[in-house]
């Protein structure tokens, strides 16, 4: 069974400062792919970055990069130069070796808040 | 853009009463889900649709039925709503002809529903 495990329960981070947001999972498919969202107070859910689990390089999407680490089986999120406009709860989560039409399996997220 | 509404941001419903969650997604998606998110437990998969008229039970289907007579509408369906439902219900979709392995899902803006 799949596994998404984000312990952190709430992450500070002084703004323009990068932060990483921490991510463990547990798959015994050598295929997957691993997402990031965002959700804001208003409710949203945000796709930010998605990495292949055979993807040679990190993903990066702007101030996005996701630290893949695939023997540690983890995929942190960091997010460079923080703003204000980070603040949100961020999930992380893992597809199922089912190919394109694959369901998700979500963490129980991390609260971030910067600080002005 | 794409783009999934959601039948109601807020709905506060009875015990025993029948409720539908509409949901509805512009972009031609083959893929579609139900999701329940409770503080603390992150993103639970409800039901998803690969097609019209199909339906796969996702983690915690008990209590919900769903329906999928378009292919651009997936409808969750609370046949007998009990207080242990209040919640809030997001529905994603996506696309399974990216040609990646795995594809990201886009939310709608979430339904609040509240079982009196």
């Known amino acids: 069974a799949q596994k998404i495990t984000q312990t952190q329960p709430g992450m500070f981070v002084q703004e323009k400062e990068a932060v990483t947001l921490d991510c463990t999972y547990d798959?015994?498919?050598?295929?997957?792919?691993l997402f990031w969202y965002k959700q804001p107070s208003s409710g949203e859910m945000i796709f930010l970055i998605y990495?292949?689990?055979?993807?040679?390089q990190n993903a990066t999407e702007g101030r996005y990069s996701l630290n893949f680490q695939k023997a540690r089986k983890s995929a942190n999120l960091v997010i460079s130069a923080s703003q204000l406009g980070d603040s949100a709860m961020y999930f992380c989560?893992?597809?199922?070796?089912?190919?394109?039409?694959?369901?998700?399996?979500f963490g129980k997220g991390i609260t971030l808040s910067v600080r002005p | 853009d794409v783009k999934v509404t959601q039948s109601s941001r807020y709905l506060v419903k009875r015990t025993g009463e029948k409720v539908f969650l509409e949901c509805v997604q512009d972009?031609?998606?083959?893929?579609m889900f139900w999701y329940r998110q409770d503080p603390g437990l992150g993103l639970r998969l409800i039901y998803f649709?690969?097609?019209?008229?199909?339906?796969e039970k996702g983690d915690i289907p008990e209590g919900y039925s769903v329906s999928r007579e378009k292919k651009e509408r997936f409808s969750l369906i609370l046949e007998s709503a009990s207080t242990n439902q209040t919640s809030m219900y997001l529905c994603?979709?996506?696309?399974?002809?990216?040609?990646?392995?795995?594809?990201?899902?886009?939310f709608g803006p979430g339904t609040r529903l509240t079982v009196l």
């Open positions: 994603a979709s996506s696309t399974s002809g990216t040609g990646r392995p795995y594809n990201e899902q886009f």
């Open positions: 798959t015994s498919d050598p295929s997957y792919g």
């Open positions: 990495q292949g689990s055979y993807d040679q």
């Open positions: 989560a893992m597809a199922q070796n089912t190919g394109a039409n694959s369901k998700l399996t």
């Open positions: 972009m031609d998606h083959e893929n």
């Open positions: 649709s690969y097609d019209v008229k199909m339906k």
